[in-house]
């Protein structure tokens, strides 16, 4: 998973940041 571009990982920390915050990635809205 290297090589990312800035949008990919512009997701990823936002989905981390999600994660953290609710305890569960954010599959379903």
Request: charged letters at 25%; hydrophobic letters at 40%; glycine letters at 4%.
């Amino acid at each position: 998973m290297d090589q990312l571009t800035p949008r990919q990982k512009q997701i990823l920390e936002m989905i981390q940041e999600f994660i953290a915050e609710f305890g569960m990635p954010p599959t379903r809205a």
